[in-house]
Nanobody, 126 residues
């Protein structure tokens, strides 16, 4: 059974960078679309990025375009989210989710992701 574990969060100053990792255990990620989501205190969870199974299709929320970059390394069963130029409004718990969808070249965060990690906290503050 697929399990996901996020890591890489932390406390950074505005303008800083982090690289989040979403690692799979016990199963390859190659047939899964992977999405990154975040939930700020008092707000609903929102999708910020996703990557297709072939890695050729990515999606970013408008609020993070140009600052976030998603990538996948199926050999390492890991998906990364590089987050740059961090802003205080990027603060929240970041989750990755997996959606079974073999051989896709596009993705969306609007579908039902069946598997979730427990999240990693990102805090942006001076």
């Amino acid at each position: 059974q697929l399990q996901l574990v996020e890591s890489g969060g932390g406390l950074v100053q505005p303008g800083g960078s982090l690289r989040l990792s979403c690692a799979a255990s016990a199963e390859t990620l190659k047939n899964y679309v992977i999405g990154w989501f975040r939930q700020a205190p008092g707000k609903e969870r929102e999708g910020v990025s996703c990557i297709s199974t072939n890695g050729g299709g990515t999606m970013y929320a408008d609020s993070v375009k140009g600052r976030f970059a998603i990538s996948r390394d199926d050999a390492k069963t890991t998906v990364y989210l590089q987050i740059n130029s961090l802003k205080p409004e990027d603060t929240g718990v970041y989750y990755c989710g997996a959606l079974w969808s073999p051989h896709t070249s596009s993705c969306t965060t609007l579908l039902h992701y069946a598997v979730w990690g427990r999240g990693t906290q990102v805090s942006v503050s001076s």
